[in-house]
């Protein structure tokens, strides 16, 4: 694999998120899904651990799977920029994740979680002059409508019954985390080798949750909190394998290659495509409004990510 760690020119124009290179035309596709398996992943992972140790091992799991794989093939790490790398990774890795899967797991609603996690997006157009760029009216347009699409997927799975104020403050920090994140990574380091950036990043995110694992979920060397039962662990083989190496990986090609409100543009999709999945997997029900918000949320895409 080429060092992918030089910087961009600065008069080169973002490119645009088809690559015109025809095996790379699937990328957006394929992170689509990878991201959107991530909630399936937590449904069958996180009533047998705690998110934060669950995070921990699955960080901790990418390292081990990454390291050899940098030792063999001798990949670049990112002189000069590790600091940059690790903040990135603590925001995209440590704050969103951490954010969210805390928050379901003190009851806040996946569906619920979704539509204010959905909102990055938006809030990415608004900071887009931060890393140089503009969103059209066209995009604009393209952004209110897979919102309006996102909400309408995830209406029939809102409860507020109980729902607790620490929980909307978690999701609200995750939207916050993920969104800086992926500014950050594209304004201070948006190339670097894939294979040591994600060993970077892992490693500082795993160091970040590892004080509050241990003070709030009891993390140590027994793992007593875990129970590793065959569903669990097909659940972090996956996070590790598809999430933490294969999705992230397809992120970090995106933003290298794309305007940052194009690539955020795409998780609109993932609220669908985690509906269709748990259609299919647990057999739960798909409303009409559901059908139609997909719609809206494909079509609010391709107003994003087309040329005009």
């Not at 990878?34 to 651990?49: D, R």
Request: proline share 8%.
């Amino acid at each position: 694999m080429p060092d992918s760690s030089a910087a961009p020119s600065r008069s080169a124009a973002p490119r645009p998120l088809r690559p015109q290179s025809h095996w790379l035309a699937p990328v957006p596709l394929f992170f689509v899904f990878l991201w959107s398996t991530g909630f399936i992943a937590a449904k069958y992972g996180l009533p047998y651990a705690p998110p934060l140790s669950f995070l921990i091992l699955r960080c901790l799991g990418a390292i081990l799977v990454l390291l050899p794989v940098v030792l063999a093939t001798r990949a670049a790490w990112p002189h000069g920029r590790v600091g940059h790398v690790a903040i990135a990774g603590l925001l995209l890795q440590a704050g969103y994740l951490g954010g969210v899967w805390s928050a379901i797991k003190i009851g806040m609603p996946a569906g619920l979680s979704a539509l204010i996690v959905g909102m990055q997006p938006i809030l990415t157009a608004f900071a887009a002059p931060l890393v140089g760029e503009r969103v059209t009216p066209r995009q604009w347009i393209g952004l209110l409508l897979g919102l309006g699409g996102v909400a309408l997927v995830v209406a029939a799975r809102i409860s507020l019954s109980a729902l607790a104020p620490a929980a909307v403050a978690l999701c609200v920090l995750a939207l916050l985390s993920i969104t800086a994140g992926t500014l950050y990574q594209k304004r201070f380091c948006p190339r670097f080798d894939p294979r040591t950036g994600a060993v970077i990043q892992y490693a500082a995110s795993a160091l970040a949750l590892l004080p509050f694992a241990v003070a709030s979920e009891g993390f140590g060397p027994g793992l007593d909190a875990v129970r590793w039962t065959p569903q669990f662990v097909g659940a972090l083989l996956w996070a590790i394998l598809a999430l933490s190496i294969g999705a992230i990986f397809l992120l970090f090609r995106l933003i290298s290659r794309n305007d940052a409100t194009k690539v955020t543009s795409l998780l609109y999709l993932t609220p669908p495509t985690t509906a269709l999945m748990a259609w299919l997997v647990f057999g739960e029900s798909l409303s009409p409004a559901g059908l139609l918000g997909m719609a809206l949320a494909v079509l609010g895409v391709a107003f994003v990510v087309r040329k005009a």
